[in-house]
């Protein structure tokens, strides 16, 4: 058999259960579930020259509190979200939470450098959760409406992403940077407890063992040239915006006389790109996809080139990060809703591969993010980084045109 399930047995009657209709309230809490947990991925970012000194990181070193994190999470992909199409969904995504709620936790009472990087590194590994809350939302979805849907959950999901950096700039601004990651511990451990209650039960229909479910990952990747395209795309976008947003709040403080308070402003004021993810939504339902790409591909190295400006002091790096959160956002629910569509029975995998990509390039571009600007300044950093979701557009571009000849 050459499908990508070839391993995987057919589905057996007593496995299928129909899911609930997804309502306005479920996805509302859906979305606020993945905005939390995904959080968890952020909140070192804007306090790493709080931590570094703590534990005994030097600046140059500083954002490795933030690329094994990413890496951790990107290693969970792969290995762990894979499991969301052999195991029952609920119970994989309650014992991750409370798994993050733990490793959270010692990561905020961690004294060593050691300690509190393999913390960070786990706290990436069991954020995974949200990466199945996803795939469940688009199973529960009709599939005239899947789009917004998603899109609307994944605003939720951006949301988590930009509030987190305000928030721990404030928490750690009045109670210290550690008490982020006992509240964050905390919060983890109430959603868990809702999401047994409230979450329902989806078995999924193929068998396999795990060495086959992860051999049909890779199949998956090899089978459909859309996954991977999507993948190369947001991979290179999202290493462009983790590196921006690992240094941004450094150039604020260095050279523009920011506080951590006001470096929690300047993150709130970003997370106006929010608003892409149900406009995306709405762009694919409408089959709008293709022109929605080219627009995200586009902004997002615009976006950073303005941020590199001269005069106009922070205002053009404000502009900069409201434009590349909205052009990140924008692309990977047009990304998602395509990625989705290839085949319904392994959405969970699809997701995998597509997200392990994506933080991949995350945690490159935050491992890269403080050698670069340690040597050579914000221009300098910030113009490499454009580079990167330039090379996406081009790729994008180039295959369009073949498609079209």
Known sequence: MSSANADISPPTAARVGALPTLSGAMVAFLAFCCGAVVANLYYAQPIVELIAPAIGLSSTHASLVVSLTQFGYAAGLLLLVPL????????????FTLAVAVWLAIAGASQTQSLFLIASLFIGLTSVAVQILVPLAAHMAPEQS?????????SGLLLGVLLSRPLSSTVAQTFGWRSIYFIASGLMAVIALVMALALPRRMPTHQASYAALIGSVFTLARRYGVLRQRSLYQGLVFASF?????????ELIRHHGFSQGQVALFALVGAVGAIAAPIAGRLADAGHGQIGTKVALLLAPVALLMGTLPGGGYLWLV???VLLDFAV????????????ALDPHSRARLNAVYMTSLFVGGALG???????????????SASLAALLPGLALALYLLRSGRRAA
């Not at 935050?366 to 300098?380: D, K, N, Q, R, V």
């Open 366 to 380: 935050s491992l890269l993010a403080s050698p670069l600007y340690e040597h050579f300044g914000w221009a300098t």
């Open 329 to 340: 956002q924008l692309n990977m629910v047009l990304s998602q809703r395509e990625v989705y």
């Open 146 to 154: 899947r789009g917004r849907i998603v899109g609307n959950i994944m």
């Open 319 to 321: 502009a900069s990060a």
């Open 84 to 95: 969301a199409d052999l195991m029952e969904n609920r119970r994989l995504v309650v014992g």
């Open 242 to 250: 983790s590196l921006f947003w690992t240094i941004a709040p450094i």
